[in-house]
């Protein structure tokens, strides 16, 4: 009886080590910046601020809680992954402010980096810009956008790279997502994948806190479901306008740009032969590089000229071009190549119009605070603006040399400038840096008042 106990004893033993060990292998917390595989599925945690940890569940699911981040991603998925993978998920979901839930990753030749957005916190991204058609999949309809990104992090560095987005018209947060429908509307409207790097289900929150469990989530991969696309289903190139750009790349696939008076008018995905793209516009003309991969493998777009108004200017006649590698770097002047990422800016004799007057900066606004008889009462000074004022709606960018002052009564979920001598909101001092949410400074009388100073014709400023 005794040798039969001791038996049962130790099986019960082993069971609990083995239940002990399981669970512990189902249940680790990451709380670093950390990559690994786990459950059949690669897993990334990254934050660059704040409090934030992930646990690691069975199969694709995981946890997530953070609070007072500045940008937080945790994901799992496949690595590469692929085109056809489809995504089966359930996820209770709670954030605190901005924050996606989606499918998310990478891409390379040409560097991308995709959303397909089902939920979101309390700012429904991008923002419209870019808008480019609408898509419906996999029982709801989605917002197609293209926005760029200019010398941000990506897996590969620092780099410029368009971001790609789907984001469902209304939120769920479970059901399916099945990837190549979205790819290939993507493709429908010129936004060309490479090849990927992952597709991941991911938990992104930016400035905020919040939680989420993914109770569930698997990756498969199958056929396409049909889909349909409407408003601006297969946009046609324009075939006629003022101002055409002859050019072409190297290996095709790269990604050109034409910006007039430093807005941005037009994009196109180049072949390997001369072609003629057309825009309208009036105001300084800038053709640009914007997916230079970095990894040497001979993408490059080399543009012959440009016509303005049936006056033919040639890309080597011009004195500033940020994309040529001269002198083993980045930047110079006088050639039709555009080897990194940055532009060629056409002398036409065509600017951005400017102020008649330097724009006037009032000083910042002053607080008075006094108090009588127990009471305490405050008055602000109308200072901080700046004149003469263009009206502005955000989102918008300014580019270039000179002095501007614009307003808007517009909201603004953050601001970003480079290459500037000066740039201030409302008398605030915000040259070349990022700012946004609770570091702007209020409205006067209702609006913002941006003073705009740039000394350099790759200056950069914008508001979104």
């Known amino acids: 009886m005794n040798n039969l106990f001791s038996m049962i004893l130790k099986i019960i033993v082993v069971i609990l080590i083995c239940f002990t060990s ?3 292998a189902t249940a680790q917390t990451i709380c670093n910046n950390e990559t690994g595989s786990q459950g059949g599925y690669t897993y990334e945690y990254w ?10 569940g069975s199969g694709g699911a995981f946890s997530i809680e953070w609070s007072n981040i500045n940008n937080l991603l945790a994901r799992k998925g496949l690595r590469p992954g692929g085109s056809n993978v489809i995504v089966n998920y359930s996820c209770s979901y709670n954030p605190n ?9 990478w891409t390379r030749n040409p560097l991308v980096e995709y959303y397909i957005v089902d939920s979101w916190g309390t700012w429904r991204p991008p923002g419209g810009e870019g808008h480019q058609g609408t898509l419906s999949a996999d029982g709801g309809s989605y917002d197609i ?5 200019y010398d941000q992090p990506s897996i590969d560095g620092p780099a410029t790279f368009p ?4 984001v469902r018209t209304s939120k769920k947060t479970s059901g399916t997502i099945t990837c190549a429908n979205h790819f290939n509307a993507w493709a429908s409207h010129g936004m060309n994948m490479g090849s990927f790097y992952e597709v991941s289900f991911c938990i992104e929150g930016y400035q905020s806190s919040g939680s989420a469990n993914v109770t569930s989530m698997s990756m498969s991969t199958g056929s396409t479901t049909t889909t349909t696309t409407s408003t601006g289903s297969t946009p046609t190139p324009a075939t006629t306008g003022n101002i055409v750009v002859r050019a072409r790349g190297t290996l095709g696939g790269e990604n050109m740009e034409l910006r007039v008076g430093g807005n941005v008018v037009a994009s196109w995905t180049m072949t390997t032969s001369y072609q003629d793209y057309y825009a309208d516009g009036s105001g300084t003309i800038a053709v640009y590089f ?11 777009i080399q543009v012959d000229y440009i016509k303005y108004n049936n006056v033919t200017y040639q890309a080597e006649d011009q004195a500033t071009n940020t994309g040529v590698y001269q002198n ?15 532009y060629i800016e056409f002398n036409t004799g065509s600017t951005t119009p400017a102020p008649t007057n330097p724009p006037t900066v009032t000083d910042p606004p002053t607080t008075t605070t006094t108090s009588s008889g127990g009471s305490t009462t405050t008055s602000s000074g109308s200072g901080g603006t700046c004149s003469p004022a263009t009206s502005k709606s955000v989102p918008f960018t300014q580019d270039g040399t000179g002095e501007y002052c614009f307003s808007t009564s517009s909201s603004i979920n953050y601001i970003n400038s480079w290459n500037l001598a000066s740039l201030t909101v409302n008398g605030v001092d915000f040259t070349n840096t990022w700012a946004g949410g609770s570091g702007l400074p209020a409205k006067i009388n209702g609006y913002y008042y941006i003073a705009y100073k740039s000394n350099y014709s790759w200056g950069h400023f914008e508001a979104n």
């Open 328 to 342: 083993s770097q980045c930047g110079g002047s006088n050639s039709e190549w555009l080897h990194c990422n940055g």
């Open 145 to 149: 956008y293209k926005t760029m990104r």
């Open 290 to 300: 914007t997916n230079d991969d970095q990894q040497e493998s001979g993408r490059d």
């Open 97 to 105: 402010g901005n924050s996606y839930m989606c499918v998310y990753g």
């Open 22 to 24: 399981m669970f512990t």
């Open 163 to 166: 971001q790609y987005w789907s």
């Open 47 to 56: 934050k660059d601020n704040g409090t934030g940890c992930m646990v690691l």
